[in-house]
């Protein structure tokens, strides 16, 4: 996916590694949800863990690792603040601004609508959620992709940074082996999830965890790769691409996975519940507020 990433550019790259993320994402959730006992908070869990981590953590490491590799390749002091590594703003507050309206909708909503017994919607309701959350994806790739693809893009001072201290890359080779590997890969992780996802309840409940570590587990075993392609790219100073990783990745979770788990507990007659308790909506408000 890496590989795919670099040999596509942005903001096509980034697209590659989101959907490799969200097959593993959606393939564990629902390898969990169908085996051992039910856990109602699997997917919420999941979501706000790859938020959490991504928006906070990871961020934050590739962003001290872009700066301090374009302080390695600075010969001399700063003389503009414009020699700083620095993020196409427009594409990073559109993400943040999609992030924050699907989040607020799916996680927090759910606790003051009062539908139901338990932080959740009717079927409804849920319909209007997946409908809207896919659509509004469905959007964004179409404008990310076309009118607005250089919002997705290195800003002009990072690029032409790049362009003088690092080496261009090889992209002339061939795409088919890349995407062979990487189509074998997600196959054989689809293929096994049911095993994870009987590991991970039976170590839960052998280990008297609480059940929200299953969500934990799961966005860990989620973002691993993404984090590890943002730290590689934040390291070339490629401070956009790594940003659309992560961005891409906790939107995508949002926009695909909440419909993908509403039907999953439709068709294994189980609920779904999506809001947050009281400690984790003030976290959420406050990550996406900094």
């Known amino acids: 996916a890496d590989e795919l990433a670099l040999k596509l550019g942005e903001p096509y790259g980034t697209l590659i590694l989101t959907g490799s993320a969200i ?19 699997l997917a919420r869990d999941s979501m706000f863990a790859v938020l959490m981590i991504a928006l906070t953590g990871v961020k934050g490491i590739s962003i001290f690792l872009a700066a301090q590799e374009q302080e390695r390749q600075l010969d001399a002091p700063l003389s503009s603040p414009s020699e700083l590594a620095s993020m196409n703003l427009s594409g990073s507050s559109t993400y943040l601004s999609l992030i924050s309206a699907i989040s607020v909708m799916a996680l927090i909503t759910p606790n003051f609508a009062h539908l139901t017994d338990e932080a959740n919607f009717t079927m409804p309701v849920n319909v209007v959620l997946s409908v809207t959350a896919v659509g509004l994806y469905a959007v964004f790739l179409t404008s990310q992709t076309g009118t607005y693809r250089n919002l997705f893009t290195e800003s002009p001072e ?31 992780l689809v293929l096994i999830t049911e095993s ?7 170590s839960i409940t052998d280990l ?23 730290f590689q790219a934040a390291s070339r100073g490629e401070v956009q691409r790594s940003l659309n990783t992560l961005y891409g990745s906790a939107l995508s979770t949002l926009c695909l996975t909440v419909p993908a788990v509403l039907l999953i507990g439709e068709l294994i007659h189980t609920d779904v519940i999506l809001g947050l308790d009281p400690l984790e909506m003030v976290l959420l408000g406050l990550t996406l507020f900094l």
């Open 158 to 188: 990072q690029a032409q940074w790049l362009e003088g201290a690092a080496a261009e890359t090889d992209r002339s080779m061939a795409l088919l082996p890349s995407m062979s590997l990487l189509a074998a890969g997600l196959l054989l």
């Open 208 to 230: 008297g965890l609480p059940s929200s570590m299953g969500g934990v587990l799961v966005g860990l075993l989620v973002l691993a790769p993404e984090a590890l392609n943002a």
């Open 196 to 202: 994870m996802g009987q590991l991970i309840e039976t």
């Open 23 to 41: 097959v593993v994402e959606l393939a564990l959730i629902a390898g969990t949800m169908t085996t051992g006992e039910q856990n109602p908070t």
